[in-house]
């Protein structure tokens, strides 16, 4: 994975720094010792690899295993992974193994879950930009294994026309055009409309993808009814686990949840050291 090393160098940094004063002061040098991350709830792994990867980019000798595979679905006391070495290096690492780990899997659990409420709609729950600065390409990654799919990665690899946009470019159909002339043939503009008189515009426009941002679902219905299949049609704007099936009910072909990142709480992961 592009750019994982920095991500964790400088979260190791974040937390060491210029060293870790309680494990320099009371473990002996070259102790080692076995431990076990432990799941404390039902959850669905995400980022095992990652985690494995924080104590080999410490010391590539310290012996990490699994017998879960990510995308996994794990109950209360489960051991995710053993794990043999110095217990220096495990204790440095410890902490910053298990916060990717834990926010990995909280969000591969919450996406499940939105995911099963939308169960025979044929509708598709995507993630947004909506993600901690730092690990967009790692909590995007456990979208997709909580069955989610990732919208674009950032502002650089698709076209998303919003509210802003518009009253920046001077209008909807201006906006598009102006889309069209800029882009290649292979991308596709997706634009955000609130009304149906902007859904219809929007479509006149040729836009490939309508977006139906905070709408209730009486006018999604109808808009779905203008748009017939001529464009991909997505909902947005305040999602929730209550509110998404009858969302999904309306016909849209997506629905983006920035909870599924924002939101996410961290799954309770502890590593536990044991004498030998």
């Not at 001529?230 to 309306?250: D, M, N, P």
Request: hydrophobic content about 45%; charged content about 25%; glycine content about 10%.
């Amino acid at each position: 994975m592009i750019g994982l090393d920095r991500i964790i160098e400088n979260a190791l940094l974040e937390d060491i720094h210029t060293g870790d004063i309680t494990t320099l002061a009371v473990v002996p040098e070259t102790r080692k010792v076995r431990a076990r991350l432990v799941a404390k709830e039902p959850m669905i792994l995400a980022g095992i690899k990652i985690a494995a990867r924080v104590f080999h980019y410490l010391d590539n000798t310290i012996e990490f295993s699994s017998p879960h595979s990510d995308g996994s679905g794990l109950k209360a006391g489960d051991n995710i992974a053993e794990i043999f070495g110095d217990a220096a290096l495990l204790l440095q690492g410890e902490r910053v193994a298990l916060n990717l780990l834990q926010r990995m899997c909280g969000i591969a659990t919450l996406t499940s879950q939105f995911v099963a409420e939308v169960k025979g709609t044929g509708a598709k729950v995507v993630d947004t930009r909506k993600t901690t600065p730092g690990l967009r390409q790692l909590e995007k990654y456990a979208v997709r294994l909580g069955g989610g799919m990732n919208h674009r990665t950032g502002l650089y690899d698709g076209v998303l026309i919003k509210e802003n946009h518009i009253i920046a470019a001077g209008g909807i159909t201006v906006a598009i055009q102006r889309a069209k002339d800029y882009i290649p043939h292979t991308m596709k503009i997706e634009i955000e409309t609130e009304t149906l008189a902007q859904v219809a515009e929007a479509l006149a426009a040729g836009a490939d993808i309508i977006m139906l941002d905070n709408m209730d679902k009486e006018t999604m219905k109808k808009a779905v009814e203008i748009i017939a299949g001529k464009a991909v049609v997505e909902a947005s704007g305040g999602v929730s686990l209550l509110t998404i099936r009858g969302i999904a009910e309306t016909g849209v072909d997506l629905i983006s949840v920035g909870a599924l990142t924002h939101s996410a709480r961290a799954m309770d992961i502890s590593m536990l050291m044991e004498d030998i």
